[in-house]
């Protein structure tokens, strides 16, 4: 017999307006276990925990607390249970600093009067627990989206619960900071906390899960080991199994743009042989980014890999418009590209996918078309107006084609689950047609069969002579999906490997070529690199 759970979801439902988008699921979390929650993008993962943490209510079922009914009407009542959150969206305040987000709602007062000191100190505490070295004074705004995490995990290890629900919590993650965490989970198991799991990445399920509740279309589908093996748990999520998890077809090196006439040909190839770069980028400086060169060839895949903070999601910024850079040139098809000025980049073909899609990737209120059409404005505009027909018809159709999970293309982008609303973001540039495509850990959060649908857009897009500059760390999705690696360190590009020839091995020694041996510095090393803010 197991031990009495000590949180149940007892066949609880749960409709928003007239759909239905959790039927009938029962799910036991036990002490000192960690219970996994494994679905596609929008299977209701975090509809379900939501329902734990206060966020919604079941319109049918209940919960019980050591197995008695509670009511979770709100978050506070939730943390009061000592029932503690990671949402998978940040809920952290980016005016406040690091100190302020972690003790919010429960700040120290003495005498009334704020007590800094204390607060500071629990923070560090916190921090020290994830062995994260962060200043906690930064405001939360300045830090990148791993960091960010970082500072929410922290925040709900410091409220000490009996429940922990770790949404997604490693999405953002690089390897070291993953081990860090499930050290910390390890702990909390012997503690015989109770916990609650989500993630994509089905490794971690057999590295920290006990058992794993599979749903699909809000549906309970299984209950089963943490130890079944990945085909199998793939196959009870999907319904069907996936046999190729990367299907990159390479070496498509395709000369110029057929016929496209807006796609920018001025140097329209004369020779065939080796095309002319579509993105090339020659002595650019920046913030945190020191002598980049690169060119990325129609039809090529270009991954960009390195650790938290080695200056990637900076650089593909500077290409997309969105950040400044001191010096140097971008050329899009042998075109000089204006620099800092998002919309000559969109207008010369170029997406960029940023790494944060909440804050600068979508526009929340609006609907899914409207966020879909965003960067089509152009070619959906009728005498100046915005044809919401034409731009509602080219949506529908990338819906379709990524199966973008929701009930109505009308529908505002915020109510859809985390994975949809990248699939989206990826959908914009795809509907638009960019030919350079910028991908800021492109498939974070989203689920084994979605990727492999991103996946074969990516190659449809290099097929018809575009191609992909993607940063990522997800090391099998590198090895896999590129052409070609280009490894960047500290603000430089340290080296480059044909992806044929690379290995994980190979790519991480390049990672840290440039990065002081002192194994306590990376993350203070990274303080200079514009995309995690200032530490100092
Ligand atoms: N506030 C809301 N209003 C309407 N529909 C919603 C709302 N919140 C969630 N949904 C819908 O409920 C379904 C389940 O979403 P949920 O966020 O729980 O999925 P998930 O399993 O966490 O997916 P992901 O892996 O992408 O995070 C989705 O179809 C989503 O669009
Ligand atoms: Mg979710």
């Given at each position: ?78 943390e009061s249970l000592g ?130 509740n599979v749903l699909r ?140 899609r909440k804050t600068q ?176």
């Open positions: 017999m197991s031990p009495q759970p000590v949180l149940t979801l007892d066949s609880v439902s749960k409709s928003f307006g007239r759909i239905e988008v959790i039927h009938d699921v029962t799910v036991d979390v036990y002490p000192g276990e960690v219970t996994v929650l494994l679905g596609e993008n929008g299977a209701g993962k975090s509809t379900l925990i939501k329902m734990i943490a206060g966020v919604h209510q079941p319109t049918s079922g209940r919960i019980l607390l050591d197995g008695e009914p509670v009511s979770i009407t709100d978050t506070k009542t939730s029932i503690a959150t990671i949402h998978q969206e940040l809920n952290l305040v980016p005016s406040m600093t690091v100190a302020e987000n972690i003790t919010l709602g429960r700040t120290p007062r003495r005498f009334g009067v704020i007590n800094r000191a204390e607060m500071r100190r629990i923070a560090r505490d916190a921090l020290a627990q994830i062995g994260l070295d962060l200043d906690v004074d930064t405001h939360v705004g300045e830090l990148g989206i791993a960091r960010q995490q970082l500072v929410e995990i922290a925040k709900a290890l410091s409220l000490d619960a009996r429940i922990l629900i770790l949404d997604e919590p490693t999405a953002a993650l690089t390897t070291s900071e993953i081990e860090a965490l499930f050290d910390v989970v390890r702990d909390l198991k012997a503690k015989n906390v109770g916990m609650v799991f989500i993630s994509h990445h089905l490794d971690e399920i057999a590295a920290i899960g006990d058992r794993v279309d809000g549906g309970f589908v299984a209950q089963v080991p943490a130890t079944t093996d990945e085909d199998e748990l793939i196959r009870l999520m999907v319904g069907r199994s996936i046999d190729k998890q990367f299907p990159r077809e390479p070496g498509v090196t395709v000369q110029n743009t057929p016929g496209d006439g807006d796609a920018a040909a001025p140097g329209s190839t004369a020779g065939s042989g080796a095309a002319q770069p579509l993105l090339e980028v020659k002595g650019l400086n920046a913030d945190g980014l020191r002598g980049i060169d690169l060119s990325v060839r129609p039809g090529e895949v270009v991954a960009l890999a390195g650790l938290m903070g080695a200056g990637r999601t900076e650089l593909l910024r500077c290409l997309a418009g969105a950040d400044h850079y001191a010096s140097g040139e971008v050329r899009v098809n042998g075109r000089k590209l204006k620099p800092y000025d998002v919309a000559a980049a969109t207008r010369a073909g170029v997406g960029h996918v940023p790494e944060d990737g979508l526009v929340l209120d609006a609907s899914v078309a409207e966020n879909i059409g965003y960067a089509t404005m152009g070619a959906t505009s009728r005498f100046g107006l915005v044809d919401r027909r034409g731009q509602k018809a080219r949506a529908e159709k990338i819906a379709e084609r990524l199966r973008i999970r929701m009930d109505s293309i009308e529908q505002p982008i915020r109510s859809l689950s985390g994975g949809n609303q990248q699939k989206a973001v990826f959908g914009r540039w795809f509907s638009a047609g960019s030919k350079v495509l910028l991908l800021d850990e492109p498939t974070r959060g989203v689920d084994v069969g979605a990727k492999v649908e991103i996946y074969e857009l990516i190659n449809e897009i290099t097929a018809g002579g575009g191609c992909v500059l993607m940063a990522s760390s997800d090391l099998p999705e590198v090895l896999g999906m590129s052409d070609r690696v280009l490894v960047m360190s500290q603000g430089t590009i340290a080296g480059e490997l044909p992806t044929a020839e690379a290995t994980q091995d190979s790519i991480m020694q390049l990672a840290v070529s440039n990065v002081h041996r002192d194994e306590e510095e990376p993350h203070a090393a990274s303080a200079d690199t514009g995309d995690e803010g200032a530490t100092a």
